[in-house]
């Protein structure tokens, strides 16, 4: 929190407040957002003092205890406690004897007050960036707080890799809504028959995805649309953000960017990131693992 005296300062990215150098956090102006990202080219860092990353301070040294003087009360003193210590031993045993034969009762676990989100497998320390052998590409692994993709397959894929974190346990419906930025080779049935076909095919994914995923009735606003080059490879860029009113979900939005590449295989490689409104913060990762993708 801030002195009474400093403005609270403004929402942005700043370093790590449990100052680890490589990673920066988002700040809304009034609390810590609980993703990191790594920093790097397209995230502002601010810097300010009010937020700086604390070094720990020493432990205290407990002062030195001086010796009593010698004097003629200290014999009694010392009888007077080893009896109550006496004292103190006999009443908890009896205490213990008379509670022994009731049940059990578990000790209350300390909590927040908050939900803490589900935690998936964590990718291997030293990982920079998601190798998807299977579609074909890579991207960025985006840090902490990202967990290996375990969720099941989607129907839009026929393999999937990647990486997500859980923001919100249950929905209504009682699935899991996730952050993600997942790939795979596209599956059949989406209307693929070559370079040709890439922005119908992406038409035909993106309307899927909104009918499989979120809440409905939704509606859809188009923010970017355009042909790519990808290491030399045809592909094609769909961005577009989601709304809807449905009681019960955390989210009201979402900002989702799908990326179809023709990799030279029989199947393109779609490359999906979707992060929910609840952590808009985040929004800028998409155009910094749009512009990092590489063809295997």
């Known amino acids: 929190m801030t002195g009474p005296d400093q403005p ?11 100052g680890n150098p490589a990673l920066v956090r988002w700040w809304n102006g009034v609390s810590w957002s609980d993703v990191a990202t790594p920093a790097g080219p397209g995230v502002a860092v601010r810097t300010s003092p009010v937020l700086a990353p604390s070094a720990p301070l020493p432990s205290p040294v407990p002062p030195m205890a001086e010796p009593d003087a010698p004097s003629s009360s200290a014999r009694t003193a010392w009888i007077i406690g080893v009896s109550l210590l006496v004292l103190v031993a006999v009443v908890v045993t009896a205490i213990f004897l008379g509670s022994s034969d009731a049940d059990p009762v578990a000790e209350p676990t300390a909590s927040s007050g908050a939900p803490v989100p589900s935690a998936g497998p964590e990718f291997p320390p030293g990982t920079v960036k998601i190798i998807d052998e299977a579609s074909g590409i890579s991207y960025p692994y985006l840090g902490e707080n990202w967990y290996e993709f375990d969720l099941g397959m989607q129907a839009e894929v026929t393999a999937i890799a ?11 419906g009682g699935s899991t809504f996730i952050a993600q930025c997942t790939s795979g080779p596209l599956a059949e049935g989406l209307g693929w028959a070559g370079p040709s076909t890439l922005q119908s095919t992406m038409q035909a994914v993106a309307d899927s995805a909104r009918f499989n995923y979120y809440p409905r009735p939704n509606e859809r606003t188009v923010l970017r649309e355009e042909a790519r080059d990808v290491d030399g490879h045809a592909a094609y860029l769909y961005v577009f953000q989601l709304a809807w009113d449905a009681p019960g979900y955390a989210a009201s939005g979402e900002r989702a960017a799908m990326l179809l590449i023709d990799v030279g295989r029989p199947a393109p490689a779609l490359l999906y990131i979707s992060i929910p409104n ?3 913060e985040l929004y800028g990762v998409i155009d910094r693992v749009i512009d990092a993708v590489e063809v295997l």
């Open 162 to 172: 990647g990486q997500y974190f859980v923001t919100q346990d249950v929905t209504p």
């Open 278 to 280: 609840t952590h808009a």
């Open 8 to 18: 609270a300062p403004p929402a942005g990215w700043y370093p790590d407040p449990d």
